[in-house]
Structures are given as C-alpha cells and as structure tokens.
C-alpha cells in the first residue's frame, strides 16, 4: 500500500485565505517575514480552526480514503508553533481518531521529515511538491477550483480514490 500524506492548511481547511485576510485587516504585510512569523506564533489557533471552514467537506473524504484501505494515510502539516501543532492535532482528532498526524517545523522539509520516495502527498504549495517530487515522490496538487498544472492536479479530496498512481 502506498502512502499518502495529505497537508492540513489549504488542503483541509482554509486557514490560509482566513489567516491572510486577518493579517489584511491587521495591516501586516504577509510578504514581510518577521511580521508574518510572529502573527502566526502569536495566533489563537483553536479558535480560528473551530471558526474556519473545511474544504469541500474534507474530514469526511480523509475518512472515505482510510475506509478504502488503498493507502496508509497520514496528515503532515507545517507548523510555526507548539501551539499551532497541538491545536491542529486536538482539531483533527474531533474528526479522525485514528490517523497519523505529522506535525513539521516551518523551516524543515516535509522530505527531511518522512520518506518521499514512492510516497504522494497532497498539497496546495507548490514549493511543497517540487521537493517532493525531487526526493521521488508523486506530488498532487490540491486546488479549491480547477488548473492545469505540471503536476495532477485534485480539487476534492475523494478524487485521490479515483486515481491509478495507487498500486505500488
């Protein structure tokens, strides 16, 4: 069985476009790295998950996937904090209770963080899916609406299910 990792922010819920819209309101330049640091540091984190909608009914489809037993699937998300990676963990496991959540620093790679060969991950950032796929691993790209892009490209969850990249 082949593994799938699946990102959390952009992918699962859309904290990114809510988060970017709260440093808009706050007159932080996302573009400056300090601010943006300590903006998402500085974040409560459990009340913007519970405020923040899930993409396209999200946790259900992650649930539809496991059920499928086609592949071994695990959330890896980055994080800047402790608290941002405690409070996604709690999140998810509201929805999911037995699946492996991967929490990994902001200034590490995902592929310094598991083994990407072989493996797929799913992810709204491309910078994301270029390491992947350079360290040998299948990279999706996860979208709200539909592109054509260099990778495959998912605008549902479910749609991994349909895929024939699974077989190893």
């Known amino acids: 069985m082949r593994n799938l990792y699946i990102d959390f922010d952009g ?18 330049d996302r573009l400056d790295v300090a601010a943006s640091s300590k903006f998402y ?12 909608p899930l993409i396209n009914n999200s946790m259900e489809k992650i649930q ?29 496991r509201k929805f999911l209770k037995e699946i492996t959540i991967i929490p990994v620093p902001k200034k590490v790679s995902k592929t310094e963080t598991v083994c990407a060969k072989d493996a797929i991950l799913v992810d709204d950032y491309k910078g994301n899916l270029s390491e992947w796929e350079a360290a040998g691993g299948i990279g999706v790209r996860f979208y709200k609406t539909k592109k054509e892009t260099k ?18």
Do not use: F
């Open 11 to 28: 992918v699962i819920s859309d904290t990114i476009d809510v988060t970017y819209q709260m440093m808009k309101d706050q007159g932080i």
């Open 41 to 52: 540091r500085e974040l409560d984190w459990p009340t913007l998950l519970e405020q923040t």
């Open 64 to 92: 539809k996937i496991i059920d499928s037993n086609r592949y071994n699937v695990a959330i890896l998300t980055h994080v800047i904090s402790l608290d941002e990676a405690v409070a996604k963990i709690k999140y998810i």
């Open 151 to 168: 990778y495959i490209d998912i605008t549902d969850l479910e749609e991994l299910l349909a895929l024939s990249i699974d077989k190893c």
